[in-house]
Structure formats: structure tokens, C-alpha cells
């Protein structure tokens, strides 16, 4: 296959998985329509409603090898064959196959399958996105890009933010689910109040004592019925950024600072995208404390798990318009050259303009 | 910066201490104020604060990062700048507020560590606690049955836990069952994970060797860049550099004494495809020796591929093109000649530059304007006039203006030799009044009006920028930061966890039988403990039974 087929075959696979994620997507949504009504311990594992679950699930298997394929054609396209990690285009449609091929990695031994719409929805939107506002033509790499370190670098902060992402979403349910709980807690206070039916726990009467969970005094029908209780969801949230956390020190406070030493000449400068990546790091260094201090693990703890989530996407796609001066620059879009290039350029009128400061490199 | 555990109490205190106002003394005010500041939510809240600390320089043009753009920012906006310059905003990561914020992070760290390593080394040295007195009360508990005499059960129990790597602790015997009982408590105690607190502990401590490391880098070490001419040389001498940037403990003599020669530049043009105009493949060609005298060695330099001599970095950061141009002045005599460095101001490297004659006679003559490395023209009324339509050379020339009179050569104050101080020159105009523009490609040589002298382009070289910097520490950074991650997967990957099993006889005669209790405690709170515990008890029951089949 010549390049431009390999091109095309890319840019046709990702349209195909956005396709099937979205029927996946729907698939779900089916699913759940299906479930609201129906107590949250009664799980149908035959019928229409577990036939579309288990086809949301095929869908979305179906639509992240798609996607992959679409990876794949993006580096085989390219001269020479590389790692599709050129430019913006190529992070956020990889991003989101990461963060899809994680939760599917993961859908049996946590029981994800709570999580399917929201994730599914999540890459949708992603790689849309991506195809829509951040497409570039496959291109050869900018000079600074060749190096072993772009496949370690990116490939762990690639993967550490899809931990982080599919963490941010179960801390997400995590804020619903309790509050959710509190409301039922508050209920089953006025109504213990007046009747004196022995139900201290607040446990709804006639409800199956094996299904019966801890904690979970949520509504019986409805999505926040069927996600598990907040115990389970802060363990799986913090599973999530326990694997992500080393993940990304090594992405951002390793690989990135050898090769920033290689290619820039200094190993950490206070670029844009290192002060936010550092920021991001800051943060889920606070989550992880949190969970263990009295009186923010909990809630705090997920409202900090939300704001990492917050700064690692920022940093991943919006710090780019911020900030002109990154030496992230493959991130500006086609009219740019390039890192060297770029660097080049702010070079000259830096040394022009203040012969005795530091250069701009 | 310490996990709260309420299992080891007397750790951090995270409850300040409940007093009524004026009964602080001078020390315990002290006292207060550490425990307070080696907290755990003091922490949090420092780290927070660490991180909004740090957004101010991703948004503001920072000094130190790129220059020009810090400059520009302060003249289009002329009434922030200086509350921006009061508050350290171009400069944040030096500023007093942002390593005070940092540092204090850095004496939490200090203040919960050292306790906890204390802390620590007497748990390693402990044995595990003794059995609770219910086993059923905690959360993770499982009971059962058999015909099998404690002593068998227990005995078994130890081989299982410390098969599974737990450290265990066997009752003494009768101390709990009151005298005269047979049966007495017994018990096992088991505990493993000790490696998740020096996970813990050694990712704390390497912080502290990362930030020495960044802080040898910053206090001792330089940064540097210069222009070399491809063809020329360079030699690592402070007054050599066009831009130098010590760090502040910083001493000349510590310099390599290493020099270097530019022989030869390659570059790939890219023709086609859609990062056509793209150059690629840089390789400087480098010889050099690590002090005078020494062997002469040889490097290409490329992107991605520093050459280090010692303690220091060579790196090839940027390339342009230098014309030679040659001014001869009113008497013939040669006042300028050599490659003068223009500096790109575009991807396609449209260039500007100047001369400066200022030994010229009778009047100094300066020149300033741009080169075109592939000369285009767009004309009309829309057109954009001359352009640069490629980044190679192929079909270069240089268009400047020309300037006479005092080029503000000898006015006190540096003076950048990329910009032509025009204040105090006049423009050269042709006879009739009009613009005079030299437009020259390699080769020509024009006349000047006025008898002034003669211009020459002869041919066109080329330049590399040469960063060179000197990061004392950075393995030390290195190391740290690798160790760091070493003591994070153990800290969040080992899971502590204690377990105990108690065996006790009821029931008398041929009805006696053992009720075996097994309990469990996660002291991490991510881990599934009931897994584990039945695990373990399926150890404690079945292997036995097989082993007296054996028999």
C-alpha cells in the first residue's frame, strides 16, 4: 500500500469508529432506558436489555480496533513509518483510544459496564473533535521528534491520561452517588421518624437481604442505582490514579526532562506545557494525600480527582491556544514550521532585542 | 506530606491541640506552630497553592524563558506592567512568593518524615500486635469448624501466613486464658506490607534530592548560546558568548577549557508533500578538543544529539544564513568585510541584518535590510513586495538601505549588533531625492551614491546557534526522581495488611470440636481483604487434610 492509501484508509477508519462508537453509545443508551425501571438488584442477564449491553460492549470493541486501525494508517502513512504521534491530531485521537482500550481492559475486573455510556461518549466526543477542529495531513516529523524518547514519552502520558481520565469519570459518579445518597438518607429519616418499623438502616422493607449493600441506601430504579455504592467507586477511582500517578511521574518528571535535556538543552525550563503537566502531577499528588486526611477524603478528594482531570486536558489541548511561547509547538496548527524551526525564529530577534539575556530556544 | 494513619497513633497529630488562648508559651507556641505547619492539611493546602502558584507563568511571558516576548508583552501594556514587575509576574519561578510557598512544603516534608522514620523503625522491629479479643467485630472476618486440635490449625496457620510473606507472631500460650485453662487464648498474629511505608518514606526523601539536584543546576551551573559562522570556531570563554546566563554562585574558572570548529552544515530540504518548505536532517560537523592541546576529535551534531565534554552540553539549536558583504568606503579602503550574521524572522527564512562600517571615511555607512534565501516578488497593488518563497538558497539576495553619518558607535552603553542605531545617521537617497535600496545577489557590487564607497556581496555562508550549558546535579535530579518513582510503586502497589487467626475448643468429650476464626485488617484501604482471607483459609484447611492422606 502506497502512503496516500494508507492515508485514506486511516482517515476512513476513524470515521468508521466514530460510527460505531456512536451506535455503541446508543446501544447503551438503550440499555439503560431499558434498566430505569427495573430495581437495581435485579440485573437481567437474558432479554432485550442484556442483548443491547453486551452489544454496546461488542460495539465498542469493534469501534477501538477500528480506531486502532486508524493508528496504525496514520504511522504507515507517514515517511518514514513512525509512531502516529506527530501532532495534535494524532495525541487526541490517541488519547481516547487509550482511554477506550483501558476500560475495556478493565471491564471485567471492575464491572464497568456502569461506566459504558459515559466513556463511550467521552472518546466519541474526543476523537470527533480531533477529526473535526484538529486534523492535519500526515506529515513528515518535526526534527526534535525523532528520538526513541517520543515513543516512551507519549506513550506513558498517553496512557497515564486515560487512567486519569476513566479515574475523573468514576469520580464524577462518585460526587452523584453520594449526593444521591445523602438525599435518600434524608428521606428515610423523615420517614423513620413517624413510623417506628425497626428499619434503622434505613434499608427499604421486603428488599432482598443478599443484594442488600454497604451504604448503599440510594433510590432502588434509575442510572445512580446501578452504579455501585460510594465505598466501591472511591476504591476503583483510586485504583485508577494509583496506576496513572507513576505513570505519569515517569512520563512528565523523567522520560520528558532527559529528552528536554536532549533536544532543548535544559532539562526542565518552565515551558507551558511542563508547568501544566507539573501542575497536573501537583494535583493527584493532592488527591492521593487527600484520600488518607481526615476530613477531605471523600468528596474533597473527588472534587481534586475532577480538577486533575480539569488541568490534564487543559494542558493536553487548551494550553496550546493560550500560549504562543511553548516549545511544544507541533501543538499550533499547519502554518506553524515546526519545533526547530519555531525555535529558530524566536532565536534571532530574542538575541536581536536583549544580546545579554537568555535566548529563547 | 504524610499519609494519616489512624492505625499508628502519635504519627501526625492532625487535631491541633485544644488550649484556651494565653496559655501558649514561647515553646509551645512553637510547638504549635510545627505541628501545625507539618500537618497533613497544611500540606494539601501547600500543595495547592504550589500548583495555582504556577499558572501565572504558563500565561505570562516569563523572562528568563523568552525574553522578547516578556518585552513586548510590558510595551502593549503599559499600565499592568508594572504590577506585574512588582509582583514577580515575568519571572515566578524565582520570585521570594513562589519559593516561599515551596519551601515550606519542603519543611512539612522534613517534619513528617523525620517522625515517621522513627516511627517506622520501630514497627520493622515490632512484632505484629497481639490478637483483638473479638475477632468477629472487625469488618473482614470469617469462622469455622472442624475436628482438628487448635495446635494442628495454628500450626498450620503459621505455615500458610508465612508462606504468603506475612511476619508472624504465635501466642504464648495461657497468658489471656486465666490460670488454670487448658485451652488458654490462642492465636496467630500476622502482618506483611512493611515495604508500602518505606515506599512512602524514600519517595519523600528523594523530593528533597531532586530539589538539591534542580538547585545545583540553577545555583552553579550556566547557560549559554552562541553564533558560529560554518567555517569558524568557538572557544568556551565567557566573552565569546552572545548570550550568557549564570547561575548565581556561578565562577568563570569553572568553564571547560574546550574549544570547537564548525567544518561543515547539512541540511535536507524538504520539495514535496505537505511539509514541503520544511528543512530537516541538521548535522553540524564539529572538531574539537576538551582543552588546549588535547586530541582533536570529531562530532556531527545534530537535534536530539548533544555532544557533552565533561560537565557540560553542545547543542545545535538553530541555523540562518550570514552574506559576506563587503564595504569599501569614500577612499577605497576595505571598512567592513566578513559573513554578517542575519537573523531569520520567518519559516522561509526571510533574514534581517546590518552592517556597521564605522571605520569608514569620510562619513561611517551603515546598512540594514533583509536577506531572501529564494527571492520572490509579488507586485500590484495587493501584492505583499518581496518575499522569501523557500528556505534554501537558491536564488539568494540581500535588499538593504543605506545609512550615513554617526551610527552611535561610541555613545556610552552596549549597543546590539543585530539593530543599526539610525538616530543620529541620515538615509542615503539617490540624487533625485528618491529611495536608494541596494539590491544585490552574490557576486555584484554597487556604487554608492555620493562617492560614500562601494558595496560588494560576495557569497553567502551559513551559521549555527550553539546552546552550551553547564547543569551541575542533573544526575543527582535524575536519581532522585527515579527513586522517588521507585518509593511510589511501593507505596501505592504494597499493601499492608494483618491478619490472625484464632483456634479455640468447644465443647467437650467426642463432641468437642475447634471454632477457627479468622480476621483481617487492610491498612491501606484500596485492598479486597476478603479475597485474601478466604485464601487463607482455604490454605489452612485443605493442604492439611491432603498431607494426612499422604501419610
Known amino acids: 500500500m502506497t502512503d496516500t492509501q494508507w492515508e485514506n484508509l486511516s482517515n476512513q477508519a476513524i470515521f468508521v469508529a466514530g460510527v460505531v462508537y456512536f451506535l455503541a453509545l446508543l446501544a447503551h443508551l438503550v440499555e439503560w432506558a431499558a434498566l430505569r425501571k427495573i430495581p437495581s438488584y435485579e440485573t437481567p442477564t437474558t432479554g432485550r436489555t442484556a442483548m443491547f449491553g453486551r452489544l454496546g460492549v461488542l460495539l465498542t470493541v469493534i469501534a477501538t480496533g477500528v480506531h486502532f486501525v486508524a493508528l496504525l494508517g496514520r504511522g504507515m502513512a507517514a515517511d518514514p513509518n513512525r509512531v502516529p504521534w506527530g501532532n495534535m491530531y494524532e495525541f487526541t485521537i490517541s488519547g481516547a483510544f487509550f482511554v477506550s482500550l483501558l476500560y475495556l481492559v478493565l471491564h471485567r475486573r471492575f464491572q464497568l459496564s456502569w461506566m459504558a455510556p459515559l466513556v463511550v461518549g467521552f472518546v466519541l466526543a474526543a476523537s470527533m473533535t480531533a477529526v473535526i477542529w484538529l486534523y492535519d495531513p500526515v506529515a513528515p516529523l518535526t526534527e526534535a521528534l525523532y528520538s526513541p524518547w517520543l515513543v516512551i514519552h507519549v506513550v506513558s502520558a498517553i496512557i497515564a491520561t486515560g487512567a486519569f481520565t476513566l479515574g475523573g469519570i468514576t469520580s464524577a459518579l462518585f460526587l452523584l452517588k453520594a449526593r444521591s445518597e445523602r438525599r435518600a438518607a434524608e428521606r428515610v429519616e423523615e420517614r423513620v421518624a413517624v413510623p417506628a418499623g425497626g428499619v434503622a438502616t434505613g434499608e427499604p422493607l421486603g428488599r432482598p437481604a443478599a443484594t442488600q449493600e454497604a451504604g448503599g441506601s440510594g433510590p432502588r430504579t434509575g442510572y445512580l442505582a446501578r452504579v455501585p455504592d460510594t465505598a466501591t467507586l472511591d476504591r476503583i477511582s483510586y485504583r485508577m490514579h494509583a496506576f496513572g500517578f507513576p505513570v505519569w511521574t515517569f512520563a512528565v518528571l523523567i522520560t520528558g526532562p532527559i529528552w528536554a535535556h536532549e533536544a532543548w538543552s535544559s532539562y526542565w525550563s518552565w515551558d507551558p506545557k511542563e508547568v501544566w503537566a507539573f501542575i497536573t502531577w501537583v494535583v493527584y499528588a493532592a488527591y492521593l494525600h ?13 472534587i481534586l480527582a475532577l480538577v486533575g482531570v480539569a488541568t490534564l486536558w487543559f494542558n493536553f489541548i487548551g494550553i496550546n491556544f493560550f500560549s504562543t511561547t511553548s516549545q511544544h509547538s507541533y501543538a499550533q496548527g499547519v502554518e506553524d514550521g515546526g519545533a526547530v524551526q519555531a525555535a529558530v525564529v524566536a532565536v534571532g530577534p530574542a538575541v536581536a532585542g536583549q544580546p545579554a539575556s537568555g535566548s529563547s530556544s | 506530606m504524610s499519609d494519616h494513619d489512624p492505625a499508628r497513633p502519635g504519627t501526625t497529630p492532625d487535631d491541633e491541640p485544644t488550649r484556651r488562648p494565653g496559655e501558649l508559651g514561647v515553646r509551645e507556641l512553637g510547638r504549635w506552630t510545627w505541628r501545625q505547619l507539618t500537618s497533613m492539611r497544611t500540606a494539601l493546602v501547600l500543595l495547592l497553592l504550589l500548583a495555582l502558584a504556577a499558572v501565572p507563568g504558563s500565561v505570562v511571558p516569563q523572562e528568563d524563558i523568552d525574553a522578547l516576548k516578556a518585552s513586548q508583552w510590558r510595551e502593549s501594556h503599559p499600565t499592568l506592567a508594572p504590577i506585574y514587575e512588582k509582583l514577580g509576574l515575568f519571572n515566578v519561578y524565582e520570585t521570594p512568593w513562589f519559593a516561599a510557598i515551596y519551601l515550606l512544603l519542603m519543611v512539612s516534608l522534613v517534619g513528617c518524615i523525620i517522625p515517621r522514620t522513627g516511627v517506622y523503625w520501630r514497627a520493622l522491629r515490632a512484632r505484629p500486635p497481639r490478637a483483638p479479643r473479638n475477632l468477629t467485630r472487625l469488618a473482614d472476618h470469617t469462622t469455622y469448624e472442624t475436628d482438628q486440635a487448635p495446635d494442628v490449625v495454628l500450626a498450620r496457620a503459621v505455615e500458610v501466613l508465612r508462606g504468603r510473606r506475612y511476619r508472624v507472631e504465635v501466642s ?5 486464658g486465666g490460670a488454670g485453662s487448658t485451652d488458654g487464648d490462642r492465636w496467630v498474629s500476622a502482618e506483611r506490607g512493611y515495604l508500602r511505608e518505606a515506599g512512602n518514606l524514600l519517595f519523600h526523601l528523594s523530593i528533597l534530592v531532586v530539589l538539591v539536584g534542580f538547585a545545583m543546576g540553577s545555583l552553579f551551573g550556566y547557560k549559554g548560546g552562541t553564533i558560529v559562522v560554518v567555517g569558524k570556531g568557538f572557544s568556551n570563554n565567557v566573552t565569546l558568548y552572545d548570550d550568557f546566563v549564570p547561575g548565581s554562585l556561578f565562577r568563570q574558572e569553572w568553564m571547560e577549557p574546550f574549544a570547537f570548529d564548525v567544518t561543515d552544515f547539512d541540511i535536507e530540504w524538504l520539495t514535496d508533500g505537505p511539509a514541503a518548505g520544511q528543512a530537516r536532517k541538521f548535522v553540524s560537523h564539529l572538531t574539537y578538543t576538551e582543552e588546549p592541546g588535547g586530541p582533536e576529535r570529531e562530532y556531527d551534531l545534530r537535534v536530539n544529539h548533544p555532544l557533552t565534554i565533561g560537565d557540560t552540553d553542545v547543542f545545535l539549536i538553530g541555523h540562518g544564513y550570514a552574506p559576506v558583504i563587503t564595504v569599501r568606503d569614500g577612499n577605497g579602503d576595505v571598512a567592513w568585510t566578513g559573513p554578517t550574521i542575519f537573523l531569520p524572522t520567518d519559516g522561509t527564512f526571510r533574514s534581517f541584518g546590518v552592517v556597521k562600517a564605522s571605520d569608514a571615511r569620510p562619513e561611517q555607512i551603515g546598512l540594514q535590510g533583509e536577506l531572501y534565501p529564494t527571492f520572490g516578488f509579488q507586485a500590484g497593488e495587493d501584492g505583499i513586495g518581496p518575499y522569501s518563497a523557500f528556505g534554501d538558497a537558491l536564488d539568494p539576495l540581500v535588499s538593504l ?43 555584484d557590487q554597487v556604487e554608492l551614491p555620493d562617492g560614500l564607497g562601494t558595496v560588494e556581496f560576495e557569497r553567502l555562508e551559513r551559521w549555527n546557534r550553539i546552546q552550551i550549558s553547564q547543569t551541575p546535579g542533573k544526575l543527582v535530579a535524575l536519581t532522585g526522581v527515579s527513586l522517588a518513582l521507585l518509593g511510589l510503586i511501593g507505596s501505592l502497589y504494597v499493601r499492608p495488611r494483618r491478619v490472625w487467626v484464632r483456634a479455640r475448643r468447644t465443647g467437650s468429650g467426642d463432641d468437642a470440636r475447634t471454632v477457627v476464626e479468622i480476621a483481617g485488617l487492610d491498612r491501606s484501604g484500596g485492598g479486597d481483604v476478603p479475597a485474601e482471607l478466604a485464601e487463607v483459609q482455604a490454605g489452612i484447611m485443605e493442604t492439611p487434610a491432603s498431607k494426612e492422606q499422604d501419610a
Open chain 1, 290 to 302: 487527600a484520600r488518607t486526611t481526615a476530613g477531605w477524603r471523600g468528596r474533597n478528594a473527588a
Open chain 2, 401 to 443: 538601505t543605506v545609512w550615513k553619518g554617526d551610527l552611535g558607535m561610541d555613545d556610552p552603553g552596549s549597543q546590539s549588533v543585530y539593530v543599526l542605531d539610525t538616530s543620529k545617521a541620515e538615509q542615503v537617497t539617490k540624487e533625485d531625492g528618491s529611495m536608494f535600496r541596494l539590491d544585490l545577489r552574490p557576486g
Open chain 2, 172 to 176: 504464648t500460650g495461657s497468658t489471656d
